[in-house]
């Protein structure tokens, strides 16, 4: 079973019963799921990954206010019926169990719960923002989790998505349309993934900023992507690149970046045809009407 399966069934099988007995007048203040670190909480777990941190595990979220009420006592039975069930690092132990609802969220985004300004939610880098908002909510009656929840999955504030946003496509353009061809002439082979290896991810980063997602950790962006709904063919393209001659990388590059200014036109984000991405990177900042944001480095997103 995967590992949100085995969450919703600790949740069925055991603690809704636990909840409604022993902490009746808390029940329907605890928000119960599975969410934050770790590639169960993203659909990722493969036999790989459960070598280590792996087995059925909750969280309980709880308001600020109930910490110190019922926290501890609600930590303790957890634990106590948790013990053997899986085997967690010292290292994982935070990532289940009894969390408060703005410890949580402080801990991905540095705000009790989501940004407010957007300088706060241009410093949150994406991973973390997936993390916060990945993995399953089994139950919330109150809903002080799912709210803030809500809010991040409604993604970026349009100024910060096109921030963002601008700053992959300039470095689509200068890694992949500038400098790759330029080290493939040097014949420098070192220089040549370098400047691919920005190229994959700055275009990996602008396929989820263009589907309104959030770009998990490195390791899970190019299997995250292939999900996508929008650019997928493109997003197959790129995960072609480390296989392609090098000879044919350039010319595979630009098929990617005209597939990206095709997607930006469609999605009215720029007025420019050109295809060379650092110029796009530039059209897409124009719309930005915050000052604060305008004002910042192409590069700064």
């Excluded at 055991?14 to 928000?31: G, S």
């Excluded at 993995?135 to 929840?149: K, M, S």
């Excluded at 963002?164 to 330029?182: D, I």
């Excluded at 005209?258 to 050109?274: C, F, I, M, N, P």
Aim: aromatic letters at 10%.
């Amino acid at each position: 079973m995967k590992g949100l399966e085995l969450a919703r069934e600790l949740y069925e099988t055991v603690f809704r019963r636990v909840l409604a007995e022993e902490f009746p007048e808390y029940e329907k203040r605890i928000a119960v799921g599975l969410a934050g670190p770790g590639s169960e909480c993203f659909g990722f777990d493969d036999e790989i990954s459960r070598d280590h941190d792996f087995g059925p595990r909750l969280c309980l979220w709880i308001p600020d206010e109930d910490v110190w009420s019922v926290g501890g006592r609600l930590q303790a039975r957890y634990r106590q019926l948790t013990d053997g069930l899986a085997d967690i690092s010292p290292q994982a132990e935070d990532r289940s169990g009894v969390i408060a609802v703005s410890a949580f969220y402080r801990r991905f985004t540095g705000c009790p719960g989501a940004p407010e300004e957007p300088l706060q939610w241009l410093r949150i880098s994406d991973p973390y923002l997936a993390t916060a908002v990945n993995g399953e909510v089994f139950r919330d009656e109150l809903g002080e989790f799912t709210a803030v929840r809500e809010t991040l999955l409604r993604g970026y504030p349009a100024d910060v998505r096109r921030k963002k946003l601008a700053a992959r496509l300039y470095a689509m353009g200068q890694a992949g349309q500038y400098n790759l061809p330029r080290s493939i002439a040097r014949e420098d082979t070192v220089a040549v993934f370098l400047a691919l290896n920005e190229f994959i991810r700055a275009s990996l980063y602008a396929a989820y900023i263009l589907n309104g997602r959030y770009a998990p950790f490195y390791k899970w962006l190019y299997r995250g992507a292939k999900a996508l709904p929008r650019l997928r063919e493109t997003v197959a393209l790129v995960g072609a690149l480390p296989g392609t001659r090098m000879k044919d990388m350039a010319e595979r590059v630009e098929e990617i970046c005209l597939a990206v200014l095709r997607e930006l036109q469609l999605q009215g984000l720029t007025d420019s045809d050109s295809d060379f991405l650092v110029d796009q990177a530039f059209a897409v900042a124009a719309g930005i009407r915050n000052e604060q944001l305008a004002g910042l480095d192409i590069t700064i997103g």
